[in-house]
């Protein structure tokens, strides 16, 4: 990278666009070098706390695209939340960044094993589609595959684990995890360094079971954390009238099942030296805050 570069980050205001930002700022990129894309003016304030340029741009506006992308030599490109169409709002953005002259495009894919038939297809089917997209538009890029946010996992373990233990339809099967933040400090690292053009990373931390997950919270609180996994047609049955939207519920339950059959499991070298360090393990995750947490709501 050059000191000159303008760096447009999409996503802006979510919890992986701004915490990309942040993590620029703290590695010495000029504010005014960096732009935050967004497509909701209400929610900017914390973007305009640090000084960067916000503009405008929607994933289903190709106008606004151009718009956001003119001038700009790198682009982080964060994969759209919408699931329905979004296949066709990533062709939008690859096809803007090529009009635009965009020099760099870093894209946060999906971690996953290759597999006859996906139980994330839901959401790896657009991944995939980008990826392939970006590969075919001449544009020099980095793809970093993405494991599971480990911020997510109490979304997974439910409000009454130390009630009724962890029920999922995972298996004995493995599930790469990693901090949100260290994936965007991750990225940041690929972004100002050279090296990367033209590669697919795997960007998770360790892989473990949802098993070895109960045990690591009965060590660590003393309590008996059991670990149940029925069928994903059961466990869907099971959690749809607990108040969870349908989203969330196909959600958890696909990537559990995906864990069963081997989709998400990770090695964690490649994260471990774009990073520069190990990053934090899931026992360690749950040693410092999930464990306690739940604890302290249970008195």
Excluded at 49 to 67: I, P, R, T
Excluded at 139 to 167: A, C, Q, W
């Amino acid at each position: 990278m050059t000191e000159k570069d303008k760096i447009l980050v999409t996503g802006a205001t979510g919890h992986y666009g701004y915490a990309v930002i942040a993590s620029l700022i703290e590695n010495g990129v000029n504010q005014r070098l960096i732009y935050a894309m967004v497509r909701d003016f209400t929610k900017v304030d914390e973007l305009k706390a640090l000084n960067v340029n916000v503009v405008f741009g929607d994933y289903n506006n190709y106008g606004s695209l151009l718009m956001a992308f003119s001038g700009m030599d790198k682009l982080l490109f964060v994969s759209s939340n919408e699931l329905e169409n979004r296949s066709e709002q990533h062709i939008q953005v690859v096809n803007a960044a090529v009009e635009s002259g965009i020099k760099y495009i870093l894209y946060t894919s999906q971690e996953h094993k290759e597999v006859n038939f996906s139980l994330i297809e839901f959401v790896l089917s657009s991944h995939l589609a980008t990826e392939y997209a970006i590969k075919g538009s001449g544009i020099d890029y980095t793809i970093l595959r993405n494991g599971v946010y480990m911020d997510l996992l109490p979304s997974f373990l439910g409000e009454n684990i130390f009630k009724y233990g962890i029920h999922l339809p995972a298996g004995n099967g493995k599930i790469g995890l990693a901090l949100r933040g260290e994936m965007a400090e991750t990225a940041t690292k690929v972004l100002l360094s050279s090296g990367h053009k033209n590669k697919t990373y795997s960007v998770s931390g360790d892989s473990c079971s949802f098993s070895e997950i109960a045990e690591y919270i009965s060590q660590i609180t003393g309590k008996n954390i059991t670990y149940l996994s029925p069928g994903l047609d059961t466990f869907l049955n099971t959690v749809v009238n607990q108040g969870m939207s349908q989203k969330c519920i196909k959600m958890i339950g696909g990537y559990a099942a995906a864990t069963r059959h081997g989709e998400l499991e990770s090695d964690d070298a490649q994260m471990e030296k774009l990073l520069g360090r190990k990053p934090v393990t899931v026992k360690q995750f749950l040693e410092e805050s999930i464990a306690w947490n739940y604890l302290s709501s249970v008195g």
